[in-house]
Each structure stands twice: as C-alpha cells, then as structure tokens.
C-alpha cells in the first residue's frame, strides 16, 4: 500500500480538541438501517417516501401471532438482516438532531462468508468491506457526509483475531456434546495444534495452511483463506486452540476467541521472571496489521478507532500499534486521533492498561455501566456511582480529571457482559421506560465521554436468557423481520422520542 500518495493533497477532517465534549451514537450497521423506512426525515429535513412504515404501539408482538413466526423472528436474530451503509448514511440527519457528533461504527471489513458473523467480528478480507454492508465507496460516502453534517466516524476494528478461516486437526480431549457425538476439542493447554487447511467457501478446510496458489486453488478467492496474502504465513496465528479459561495467562492471550482464530502479535521480552514491554518484539503480522489500518484512516478519513478485546493482548503489542496509529494520523493533520480500547478484566487492569498502552480511552470501565443504570433506577447510592470518578489511591492521579476523557459511558451496549446469559437492555427491566431520560442525563451530564447504544433513544426493550441471547439486545431500528417491541416490518426513526414519565 503506498500509503504517502493515498494520503498526498487531500485534507482531513480535523480532531476535536476535546473528545469529552463529543456524544456518541454506537451502532451495528447490519441493525440499523437499510434505507427503504417510509416517512422518516433527510438530511434536509423532508420527509422521504419508502416501503417500510412507522411502527406505532399496536404493532408490540406483531411478529409473534403463531408460534412459527416467533421462531422465524428468534431465527432472524442470529443472522443478518439487512443494514448497510447507504442507509446509515440517509439517517445522518436523524442523528444529528438528535445531538450526535461521533458515530461508534461496528466492524464492517469482509467477513467469512459461510459465518453469520453481521456483528463484523470475524474478518475474512483486511482490505475490503463486507458486501452486506456495502462497498468501499459507500464507507467514503457516508464518512464524507457525516463530516458535512458535523459528526465524526469512529471505526470498530479487530487487531487480537481473524475469522474462522482455518480448520484445526486436533490430536486430544476426547469430548461428548451430550447427544451421543464424541469429537476431538482443540482447547487451549499451551501447545500447538495440527491445521487441516484453509477453509474455502463452503467452509471446508480443501486450501492448504500457507501462502495461496491461486493458480491451483482459484476458487479462494475472494472467500476462501485469509486476504491480504501476507496473513497467508501459519506463523500469523498462534494455533493454540480456543479459550477455556478467560481469566488464566497466558491462555487469554494467545488462545482463540471461539472460533475466531487468534494472531500473533509478537514475543514478549522478560527479566527476573518480569515482563518488559519496553522490549516487545513485534511480529510481522502486526506490523501488517498497523498498515491496513493506516490505509482505511487514509482512505476513509476515519477520525477514531475502537479496538475490540484488548485485554486479550499483549500490552506490548497494543502500545506498538497505538504509537503507530497516533503518529500517522498526526502527520496526516488528525492530532488528537482517539484510540479507545474494550478492556475486560477489571478496573485495574483497564487503569493499568490505560497507563502502559497509550490508548486514549476505556469503554466503561468494570461497574460502571451497573451502578450508572442502577443509580438511576434509585437501587444505588449516588456515591456508588460518581466515587468511580474521584481521586484513588489505585489510579495514583493527583486529581480526579484524569476520567474526564479517559473513559466512555455507557449503560447499553451490544455485549451487556455484565449480565451473564440473560441479556436486556435498561428500558427492560425495574421501571427503564419511566426512568431512560435520568439515566441519558446522567451519563451525558457526568465526567468522561458519554456514547448512546442505538435504539435506546426510542426506548427499545430487548431482552432474552440462554446461549445466543445477545440477538435480543442487537433489534433492528428498521424492522425487516427482528424489528424491536417483537415486532417486524416497522421503522423506528420518529422525529419525537417516545413518550417518557
């Protein structure tokens, strides 16, 4: 990538001198808009004729009359269901009266095509964006037009994993699914696994593991393997098996995400027995890795990243890629471009990580989101709350500023992790409809940098138990078929909130 003269005689969007006093949206593309809503209001402010109508209140359940199509709704929740960047783009103005200046944008880089991974978590193609979202171009369009209106982009990427795009042979843990199937269960135990090979199209592992001959195997391209060729090396993945134990290093760190196959950022130095990550050696496919995301900051004027599951890498490597993204941005104009890291694992590690890394800003670090939403629901002391943003012997600041741009709230999110395996958003549960506009006020009135989950401005009350109940919480603002309130093929952008008490 000649990244000098991608980026010669153009002139960037400029970064705000104070991301605190910015307000975020953070959306899932495939779940927000596809463009076909009819009535709702443009960026001019005229409303636009569509296909899709407006929901209205007796339209609660209407996906669930028979018990068939409530399993086709549950069934759509795991999959995509239409969202892509063109109707992002038409909703801007939506946004913007809203009072949004910053869009938190999921993942939208290829995908593995036989995965229903619509949440963007699971590249396949480092340099393209995913076909169900769009094309390169419309990602350029809808940055430029957000830049119009105001609003800056902050792009979700993933720097710890890939896709599954490889098959493991494993060799040991003979495990039982519990209907009478026995197989083999690549775990992590610190070694090595046997690959079967890339997998191809159809998921099957027919590629060999290494550099790609499309000569003899021209059906990788695009959607076999991995792309660009240079994460082609086996000496990119770590090849350890899937995590067991979230909590135990090293497994975290060098064991697959799921599926997700974990890559290899490099080796950590280590004196009396402690790390030194002054001395990381970085790996080539990190370095690559800095590269690709240059190129998307150059092309698409991207004004912020969000790095999905720093905990699960080396702090080495996260402060190499940090310093590398900030100084390329600087040179490109962009000097305050923000780095904000999903840090799971506590509050002190997110302080310490924070501190050592370079990155910019946490995602609401440990309890916040809890005792922000449970403060305003009345079950909290306030102190509970705002002592999380006072001075403390842990984070050693001589004054509690330090949170004021350190730290992103937020009480919905797509992850809810807090939560376990029965998931809902605020508006589900303990009287949030009466109660959505305190906790907003509290999160966009108090320090750090506060970030809307979308949907919950229109008070959407998603909610479900069990494997796979992060559907539940991820409603589709457009409707097609898992559209919010149970319902299907009705829009949520109204020009008024709903009514809240």
Known sequence: ???????????????????????????????????????????????????????????????????VDAEKWRNAGGTWVGGNLK????????????????????????????????HGYGIQNFLDVDHHFGTV????????????YGIRVVMDIILNHSGNIFTYDPDRYWTDDGKGNRFQDPRWDGNYYKVKGF??????????FGAIDLGAYPAAWPDGGIWPAEFQDPATFTQKGRINNWDFDPEFLDGDFSTLKDLHHGTRSMLNGTD??????????????SEVYKYWIALADIDGFRIDTVKHMDPGATRFFVAVIHEFAEAIGKDNFYAIAEITGGRERAYNTLEETGVDAALGIDDVQDKLEYLAKGY??????FDLFRNSILVQKDSH?????????????????????????????????????AALGLSIGSMGIPCVYYG??????????????????????????????????????????????
């Open 1 to 67: 990538m000649d990244l000098a003269s991608l980026a010669a005689d153009r002139t960037y969007f400029p970064s705000p001198s104070h991301w605190e006093d910015e307000v975020f949206y953070f959306l899932l593309v495939d779940r927000f808009s596809d463009g076909n809503e009819d009535g709702y209001t443009d960026l001019a402010g005229t409303p636009v004729p569509g296909t899709t109508p407006l929901y209205a209140p007796a339209d609660n359940g209407n996906a669930l009359t028979t018990p």
């Open 87 to 118: 109707g992002l783009t038409s909703k801007l103005g939506y946004l913007k009266r809203l009072g949004i200046t910053a869009i938190w944008l999921s993942p939208i880089l290829k995908q593995v095509e036989v995965e229903n991974s619509y």
């Open 137 to 148: 171009e419309d990602l350029r369009n809808m940055v430029k037009t957000a830049h119009d």
């Open 199 to 208: 997998r191809d199209a159809a998921g099957q592992p027919s590629i060999p």
């Open 276 to 289: 030194q990550i002054d001395n990381y050696v970085v790996s080539p496919t990190l370095k690559f890795l």
């Open 380 to 385: 909290r002391n306030p102190s509970d709350y």
């Open 401 to 437: 500023v330090w949170f004021r741009d350190k730290i992103v709230t937020m009480f919905n999110d797509h992850d809810m992790i807090r939560q376990g395996q029965n998931k809902a958003r605020f508006c589900a549960r303990e009287q949030g409809d009466r109660l959505l506009m």
């Open 456 to 501: 919950t401005e229109q008070a959407f009350d998603g909610q479900g138990s069990g494997y796979g109940s992060d559907r539940y919480i991820r409603e589709a603002m457009f409707g097609g078929s898992f559209g919010a309130f149970r319902s299907r093929k009705r829009h949520f952008f109204k020009r008024t909130p709903p009514q809240l008490y």
